[in-house]
């Protein structure tokens, strides 16, 4: 969290009714994630490159859909092992 973000976090919570039970100080000190780094240098490379992201929005839905058949392929294998096939086959016939 920058300084700039943290600072105005301080100030929407100088009126809160709870801010004894967090702190004493009249300030809340918020010490950054130690891979905070990592997160800004993401960033960066996604400001400077913003044809990235929605590449990436086009191939997350196929290989979601790709997981999700895994899934029902492997859940339907399961049922048939554990009920049998015939009996599968009666109880989905319309």
Same mark, same amino acid.
């Given at each position: 969290m920058t300084a700039y973000a943290a600072a105005l976090l301080d100030r929407s919570l100088s009126n809160c009714s709870l801010k004894p039970q967090c $702190? =004493? *100080?009249? &300030?809340? *000190? %918020? $010490?950054?994630? &130690?891979? &905070?780094h990592l997160l800004e240098a993401v960033q960066q490379r996604l400001d400077a490159? /913003? &044809? !990235?992201?929605?590449? *990436?929005? $086009?191939?997350? /839905?196929? %290989? =979601? !859909?790709e997981m999700a058949l895994s899934i029902v392929a492997y859940n339907l294998t399961r049922v048939m092992?554990?009920?049998?096939?015939? /009996? %599968?086959?009666a109880a989905t016939a319309l």
């Open positions: $702190t =004493a *100080r009249p &300030e809340r *000190r %918020l $010490t950054p994630w &130690e891979h &905070e490159n /913003p &044809e !990235a992201i929605r590449q *990436r929005r $086009t191939v997350v /839905p196929e %290989l =979601a !859909a092992n554990v009920v049998g096939i015939k /009996p %599968l086959i």
